[in-house]
């Protein structure tokens, strides 16, 4: 039971043009999302959160768009650089169901920014 | 001066045996958690603890046993293990539970390997 999904196992963009990653989820008792960004042989680092309160949230180059309606949600980077080329996890948390603090990750979208 | 250090970072061993993997964290969180990462890139939660305590047990085989000696380290003891535990195993500490968001700061990874 997949409850967070990335669709998109890689994606491709030229230097300087947007990025943009999405994730997909099915559990409504999600409120709080990520963003991860793991290197190879690295483990994954925290990009950018939102809660379900908001419909956007942005931190310098990264944006993360929320539609709760459509149970999906989106990472923006612009402009992209080659140093941006890393795997990026989407994640999800319910904060009111008693079980911890766990988050549920998607599989993963492979990015390459390419000169 | 690693937030979370993983011990060891590879581990190759035969089926049947017992192995364990380390973990600290140095950023005075108080909860841990083990995570697992399959062939298919899928991050699953395995178990979570909250000042030494068990809060999270996901339905991982009871081969698989978590150890809190203090706040500050979780290890991960699996006994007989079996070609299908092949995997990375990640570490991660967060400030806190509850509801809210408390993000995770993730290990490098053991990738362990059973032949």
């Given at each position: 039971?997949?409850?967070?999904?990335?669709?998109?196992?890689?994606?491709?963009?030229?230097?300087?043009?947007?990025?943009?990653?999405?994730?997909?989820?099915?559990?409504?008792?999600?409120?709080?999302?990520?963003?991860?960004?793991?290197?190879?042989?690295?483990?994954?680092?925290?990009?950018?959160?939102?809660?379900?309160?908001?419909?956007?949230?942005?931190?310098?180059?990264?944006?993360?768009?929320?539609?709760?309606?459509?149970?999906?949600?989106?990472?923006?980077?612009?402009?992209?650089?080659?140093?941006?080329?890393?795997?990026?996890?989407?994640?999800?948390?319910?904060?009111?169901?008693?079980?911890?603090?766990?988050?549920?990750?998607?599989?993963?979208?492979?990015?390459?920014?390419?000169? | 001066?690693?937030?979370?250090?993983?011990?060891?970072?590879?581990l190759v061993t035969q089926m049947?045996?017992?192995?364990?993997?380390?973990?600290?964290?140095?950023?005075?969180?108080?909860?841990?958690?083990?995570?697992?990462?399959?062939?298919?890139?899928?991050?699953?939660?395995?178990?979570?603890?909250?000042?030494?305590?068990?809060?999270?047990?996901?339905?991982?085989?009871?081969?698989?046993?978590?150890?809190?000696?203090?706040k500050a380290h979780l290890n991960?003891?699996?006994?007989?293990?079996?070609?299908?535990?092949?995997?990375?195993?990640?570490?991660?500490?967060?400030?806190?539970?509850?509801?809210?968001?408390?993000?995770?700061?993730?290990?490098?990874?053991?990738?362990?390997?059973?032949?």
């Open positions: 039971d997949q409850q967070v999904k990335q669709n998109s196992p890689s994606l491709s963009v030229q230097e300087g043009r947007i990025s943009i990653l999405n994730c997909d989820y099915t559990n409504s008792m999600f409120d709080y999302f990520l963003w991860y960004k793991k290197y190879p042989a690295e483990g994954p680092t925290f990009l950018i959160s939102i809660s379900s309160i908001k419909d956007k949230n942005e931190d310098g180059r990264f944006t993360v768009f929320l539609n709760k309606s459509a149970k999906h949600l989106s990472l923006h980077i612009v402009p992209s650089q080659p140093g941006d080329s890393a795997v990026y996890f989407c994640a999800a948390k319910a904060s009111f169901t008693g079980g911890g603090n766990k988050l549920t990750f998607g599989t993963g979208t492979q990015l390459k920014v390419e000169l | 001066d690693t937030a979370v250090s993983q011990t060891p970072k590879y049947g045996n017992d192995k364990s993997i380390k973990c600290e964290q140095n950023l005075g969180h108080d909860t841990m958690y083990w995570y697992k990462q399959d062939s298919k890139k899928f991050l699953k939660i395995m178990f979570s603890y909250n000042n030494k305590e068990l809060i999270i047990n996901e339905t991982v085989p009871n081969r698989f046993s978590p150890k809190s000696p203090d991960l003891h699996i006994n007989s293990l079996e070609l299908g535990d092949s995997a990375v195993y990640f570490c991660a500490s967060s400030p806190g539970t509850g509801a809210r968001l408390y993000g995770y700061t993730f290990g490098s990874g053991t990738r362990l390997t059973v032949v």
